[in-house]
T-cell receptor, first 112, second 115 residues
Framework: EAGVTQFPSHSVIEKGQTVTLRCDPI?????LYWYRRVMGKEIKFLLH????????ESGMPNNRFLAERTGGTYSTLKVQPAELEDSGVYFC??????????FGPGTRLTVL | QQQVKQSPQSLIVQKGGISIINCAYE??????FPWYQQFPGKGPALLIA?????SEKKEGRFTISFNKSAKQFSLHIMDSQPGDSATYFC??????????????FGQGTTLQVKP
């Protein structure tokens, strides 16, 4: 069974540009989570999807971040416009039961 | 507000020794406590998890000890090996159908096991 995949693995952009991160969850996992780790700090929750519906967006930093999960399969996280403080590693996780979460390898975003 | 506090930040252990990482939480509604292991360039991988109705869970060389009254839990790695060198994260969440299951993580501990 394939694990959670994320694309790209690295992204370097200029401040003010737009970046879109993609996550493909494990097949059959209705729950999809986005997390972020900034500057060696703790991994922080961003949001949670159940199928295509957003269940909890409480961790989204501001309205420059937009997450979608069309059709309940893969998800995208768009940052527009990117700011310096958005740099970090963005993780996606999926779960069948909202308990055990399986993480992808992450996307390292660097905003210059 | 940091709801899960993890210590130490880094740890160096000799091969064959015991590695101990501690976590403390604040929210008594948490009822699921996993530990994740992360190698460089990889995502966090679920290592072992415990619920508050048991005080200890052991899987191979990895043991979680849980103290509900103190709101603390710890990971013990017995007979530590160089291959255990990684970053370890504790986490907590509220399970149940009315909760999202979002994980609240500790800051992480970088473990180095010296040969």
């Amino acid at each position: 069974e394939a694990g959670v995949t994320q694309f790209p693995s690295h992204s370097v952009i200029e401040k003010g540009q737009t970046v879109t991160l993609r996550c493909d969850p494990i097949s059959g996992h209705d729950n999809l989570y986005w997390y972020r780790r900034v500057m060696g700090k703790e991994i922080k929750f961003l949001l949670h999807f159940v199928k295509e519906s957003k269940q909890d967006e409480s961790g989204m930093p501001n309205n420059r971040f937009l997450a979608e999960r069309t059709g309940g399969t893969y998800s995208t996280l768009k940052v527009q416009p990117a700011e310096l403080e958005d740099s970090g590693v963005y993780f996606c996780a999926s779960s069948k039961n909202r308990v055990e979460q399986f993480f992808g390898p992450g996307t390292r975003l660097t905003v210059l | 507000q940091q709801q899960v506090k993890q210590s130490p930040q880094s740890l160096i252990v000799q091969k064959g020794g015991i590695s101990i990482i501690n976590c403390a939480y604040e929210n008594t509604a948490f009822d699921y406590f996993p530990w994740y292991q992360q190698f460089p360039g990889k995502g966090p991988a679920l290592l072992i998890a415990i619920r508050p109705d048991v005080s200890e869970k052991k899987e191979g060389r990895f043991t979680i000890s849980f103290n509900k009254s103190a709101k603390q839990f710890s990971l013990h790695i017995m007979d530590s090996q160089p291959g255990d060198s990684a970053t370890y994260f504790c986490a907590a969440s509220m399970s149940g159908s009315s909760n999202t299951g979002k994980l609240i993580f500790g800051q992480g501990t970088t473990l180095q096991v010296k040969p």
